[in-house]
């Protein structure tokens, strides 16, 4: 089977990764998969205000999602967020949570922040590698890596990592899925199309094969950054 | 709290010099990026030393104002992303922003750099709306010419979409560019104590008095203007201020694709 852009079912787009990308964050990461472009920063461990969200037991993780308002292929986007962008902050912040050793930082805040200058399909996926090197870069108490890829269905076959065409085709499914680098606990699903258990399952198993590959980008960039 | 820094920095611009080791007048590294977004009509990525901005054109069909039937809009935009600086919040502009997106707006329009009746597609009825959405990546001082510099490259950056039977064609770019028939550049000075200078890091913007930005046209003629900061100028300072801004903006303007002499 080809796919629209000549891919393989199994094949992703090509990518690119950096660390440290805005100097005055206190971690940084650029992740770059086909034409979708993610910058993430990091800010924090710091002072939680109003004082009444700070919890002695353990720090917050926030993270806000934002597409720049040009960055969407049609119509202009309005900038200042909408329910979807909201959705997806939240379930960024969910699939980043569980990595991340957050009763190092009692009362504090670590802020996320992922803007998208330029979208083709899979942000919330995009964002969520350039915020887990983000906060690999700022130092933040981590237990290992997330990636994330979204799977999906086009025809009959199961196929990985959607470009914007394939993600708008009628009949088709859209999985992104989120895991941890070394024991592959999966930390983010959605789906909307119609899938059969057995179909589910290839997609997440597709899914794994190619988030190895984006933890591999993602460990290269952190590695670039401080080998020097 | 800043009153040591103050009399420091002071000190440096008196003796001619800065913390770090440029003169008064002198500018971090300026690069422009043409193209930086493929979505959009016209874009660019603008660093000044390590501050970054990261600005897009968006082309819109709208009906024209009422007094003015014949005649497209321009829109500017700035969003100070909480990316780009810890005190940066996420939310509706702040004040700052707000300033900031005008004062760019102002020196495009003034100086009449968008030819606004080549935007009219039927008079009083379609008209093309320039829309600019200036991105902050990184805020490492001076935002204020980073953005103003970024507007100009966007603009001739962009062309516009295909139009047929009343749709735009987002993505199919003709290669038809905007009506510019200007190229404004914005300097802004700073005056710390009985210094001037260009180009300020973020401590030096926690300590200035007062600042001037000047925005100047094609033809040396200064096209708009806005005073800022707490502190006030006299008329020598107006002066002087704006003769600097006259002999910088070449640096800034030669960065620009086509006006490289």
């Known amino acids: ?228 | 709290m800043n009153k040591d820094l103050r009399a420091h920095t002071i000190r440096f611009l008196e003796a001619g010099t800065r913390y770090d080791g440029r003169k008064p007048l002198e500018y971090r590294e300026i690069s422009v990026e043409y193209g930086t977004v493929k979505n959009a009509e016209g874009s660019c990525r603008v660093k000044i030393g390590d501050t970054e901005v990261i600005t897009g054109v968006k082309l819109v069909v709208d009906k024209p104002y009422p007094d003015t039937p014949d005649k497209g809009s321009l829109m500017v935009g700035a969003e100070f992303l909480p990316i780009a600086n810890p005190d940066f919040e996420t939310g509706p502009p702040g004040i700052a922003a707000v300033e900031l997106a005008r004062v760019v707006d102002r020196g495009i329009r003034e100086s009449g750099a968008i030819d606004v009746h080549k935007l009219c597609i039927t008079a009083g009825e379609k008209a093309w709306t320039v829309i600019i959405d200036i991105c902050t990546v990184n805020d490492s001082g001076n935002l204020l010419d980073a953005s103003a510099l970024s507007a100009i490259a966007a603009l001739q950056n962009a062309k516009f979409p295909e139009y047929t039977n009343g749709q735009i064609h987002y993505g199919k770019l003709t290669d038809v560019p905007l009506p510019l028939r200007d190229l404004p550049i914005e300097v802004t000075v700073f005056k710390i104590g009985k210094s001037y200078l260009v180009d300020p890091t973020i401590d030096e913007e926690k300590i200035y008095d007062a600042r001037l930005t000047v925005a100047i046209s094609r033809g040396g003629k200064i096209c708009a203007l806005q005073k800022g900061g707490d502190g006030p100028l006299f008329e020598q300072d107006i002066i002087s201020m704006v003769e600097i801004a006259m002999e910088k903006q070449n640096e800034l303007r030669e960065k620009l694709e086509g006006e490289h002499e």
């Open chain 1, 1 to 228: 089977m080809k796919r629209i852009d000549g891919r393989k079912a199994d094949e992703m787009r090509e990518m690119s990764a950096k660390a440290g990308i805005i100097p005055r964050a206190d971690g940084s990461g650029y992740f770059q998969i086909g034409k979708t472009v993610a910058y993430a920063a990091v800010y924090g461990p710091r002072n939680l205000y109003p004082k009444f969200l700070q919890d002695p037991q353990k720090g917050i993780l926030r993270v806000n999602y934002n597409m720049m308002p040009f960055s969407s292929k049609g119509e202009r986007v309005r900038p200042g967020g909408n329910r979807r962008s909201k959705e997806l902050s939240l379930v960024i912040e969910k699939a980043l949570l569980p990595v991340v050793n957050l009763n190092e930082f009692p009362n504090a805040v670590v802020d996320v922040f992922i803007e998208f200058p330029q979208t083709d399909a899979g942000t919330r996926c995009a964002g969520i590698c350039a915020a887990a090197i983000a906060l690999a870069d700022a130092g933040v108490s981590m237990r290992d890596l997330v990636g994330a890829v979204s799977t999906g269905k086009a025809g009959d076959s199961i196929i990985l990592d959607l470009n914007y065409e394939e993600d708008s085709a009628e009949n088709g499914a859209d999985i992104p899925v989120a895991m941890t680098g070394r024991k592959n606990e999966i930390t983010l699903l959605q789906m909307d199309g119609k899938l059969s258990l057995e179909e589910l399952q290839e997609a997440i198993q597709l899914a794994q094969k190619g988030i190895a590959q984006i933890i591999a980008v993602q460990r290269k960039a952190l590695q670039e950054k401080y080998h020097e």
